[in-house]
């Protein structure tokens, strides 16, 4: 693990750097022009203000540069007679850049993201994952289940 690796939460500052890595994350291989990445950076800027609290990012920078992400959707269930409070969340776009992977910055990006759904008071996450990474997220406490993952809150 890089020595000068930091976990943190994402701010609104983080927008481009982030809109970079969702864009390696969704289109691998294709750079964006300046006017996308542009345009692309302002459209998840915006978006992140719109979300406010139902949305948390975090992310990984090594050297202050960011290589990783996790976001975590959040949402209230409805109540339940005597249970009238049932937040869950959605576990989404997990990425570590392919030169930083296989050093546990992903491993440490879940285990932030898991702690702070556990401070939301999150009862229950879920993630949609490739089979080849549910290993990954098994050692993180998640099980499979009706073809989603999911980790209840500890």
Known sequence: ???????????????????????????????????EAREFAAALSGWMQAQGDRSVCHVATVDGALVGMAWLALFDR????GDAVRRSGD???????????GRGIGRRLME?????????????????????VMPFYERLGFTAQGGMMTRARR
């Open 1 to 35: 693990m890089p020595s000068d690796l930091v976990i943190r939460p994402a701010t609104l500052a983080d927008a481009p750097a982030l809109s970079a890595l969702r864009w390696r994350w969704a289109q691998p291989g294709r750079t964006p022009g300046p006017d």
């Open 91 to 101: 576990v989404q776009s997990v990425f570590v850049v392919p030169e930083h992977q």
């Open 78 to 81: 409805v109540p339940n007679p």
């Open 112 to 132: 932030s993201l898991c702690a702070a759904a556990d401070d939301l008071g999150v009862r229950k996450l879920t993630l949609d994952s490739r089979d080849s």
